[in-house]
């Protein structure tokens, strides 16, 4: 069975960082694509960022240049460093890994969501 677990969430001032983890356990053949969503209240989830098993990576315009996504595939460990957060980022975010527990089937799972909140 496989698990993403993440963390790093948590409360923050305008202007502060965060760093978020995604850890991928569990019978994993191999990991493609990992990936960063978030949830605003009333709100879609939208993709902030995502990095493919070659490493090239996908920024939501709103975040390019604030957050940096990468990953450690000795791990099956992801990563969203996250700086001169905003308000808006405000929002729970979800890690997603596509990934195989057998060779050539691939399926997404997805993480539990961890809440990060900017706030004066």
């Known amino acids: 069975q496989v698990q993403l677990v993440e963390s790093g969430g948590g409360l923050v001032q305008p202007g502060g960082s965060l760093r978020l983890s995604c850890a991928a356990s569990?019978?994993?053949?191999?990991?493609?694509?990992m990936g960063w969503y978030r949830q605003a209240p009333g709100k879609e989830r939208e993709l902030v960022a995502s990095?493919?098993?070659?490493?090239?990576?996908i920024y939501a315009d709103s975040v390019k240049g604030r957050f940096t996504i990468s990953r450690d595939n000795a791990k099956n460990t992801g990563y969203l460093q996250m700086n001169s957060l905003a308000l808006e980022d405000t929002a729970v975010y979800y890690c997603?890994?596509?990934?195989?527990?057998?060779?050539?089937?691939?399926?997404?799972?997805w993480g539990q969501g961890t809440q990060v909140t900017v706030s004066s």
């Open positions: 997603s890994a596509l990934l195989a527990i057998t060779r050539g089937y691939f399926n997404t799972y």
């Open positions: 569990g019978s994993i053949f191999s990991v493609d694509t």
């Open positions: 990095i493919s098993g070659g490493g090239r990576t």
